[in-house]
T-cell receptor, first 110, second 119 residues
Framework: GDSVTQMEGPVTLSEEAFLTINCTYT??????LFWYVQYPGEGLQLLLK?????DKGSNKGFEATYRKETTSFHLEKGSVQVSDSAVYFC?????????FGKGTKLTVNP | KAGVTQTPRYLIKTRGQQVTLSCSPI?????VSWYQQTPGQGLQFLFE???????NKGNFPGRFSGRQFSNSRSEMNVSTLELGDSALYLC??????????????????FGPGTRLTVL
């Protein structure tokens, strides 16, 4: 079945550091891919999405490119802020439901 | 525009009891999905309702059930609670309209969740 694998956390960075969170997927067909973010005590918010190969999703300085050849959708940000501290989930739209990775907790220190 | 609301936000129950959680979708949204979030298993899909009908179902035992009302509000019920049912239960709504074959993704908007603790 469909599955998503993302790098284990937690990840701890200093402010203004470069962020990469790896995500790979297994799916039949060509699913849409997403990154969701969960701040403490809140539900999930859609951060960015890509619906076809080579699409780049971007939002709030975060970017991810849909790579069909490597079945990957890595999340990147050039300069993280303390306010980016949260849990990040990679997900795919499989068989009309979202399939999530286990999540990566990011902590950004000032 | 109000977001997805879930009640209650926190619940404590004991093994063997049953529990009902409620979800009110964003106005105009007719699709409601439920997810279970645990540290061990992560986020897992429970079921989705559209127009008062269950449209999709995850791999959970029959103790987990749900329903949707004509105003699109949804409830999920867990009977005979087990310790392993302790989790954050998230509800999400979307603009899905029932049109099959659509290639566009209908973004799911999540509520803050209900934290269920089973003692």
């Amino acid at each position: 079945g469909d599955s998503v694998t993302q790098m284990e956390g937690p990840v701890t960075l200093s402010e203004e550091a470069f962020l990469t969170i790896n995500c790979t997927y297994t799916a039949t067909g060509y699913p849409s891919l997403f990154w969701y973010v969960q701040y403490p005590g809140e539900g999930l918010q859609l951060l960015l999405k890509a619906t076809k190969a080579d699409d780049k999703g971007s939002n709030k300085g975060f970017e991810a490119t849909y790579r069909k050849e490597t079945t990957s959708f890595h999340l990147e940000k050039g300069s993280v802020q303390v306010s980016d501290s949260a849990v990040y989930f990679c997900a795919l739209d499989g068989s009309e439901k979202l399939v999530f990775g286990k999540g990566t907790k990011l902590t950004v220190n000032p | 525009k109000a977001g997805v609301t879930q009640t209650p936000r926190y619940l404590i129950k004991t093994r063997g009891q049953q529990v009902t959680l409620s979800c009110s979708p964003i106005s105009g949204h007719r699709s409601v999905s439920w997810y279970q979030q645990t540290p061990g298993q992560g986020l897992q899909f429970l079921f989705e309702y559209f127009s008062e009908t269950q449209r999709n179902k995850g791999n959970f035992p029959g103790r987990f059930s749900g329903r949707q009302f004509s105003n699109s509000r949804s409830e999920m019920n867990v009977s005979t609670l087990e310790l392993g049912d302790s989790a954050l239960y998230l509800c999400a709504s979307s603009r899905y309209t029932g049109t099959s074959g659509s290639s566009s993704y209908n973004e799911q908007f999540f509520g803050p969740g209900t934290r269920l603790t089973v003692l």
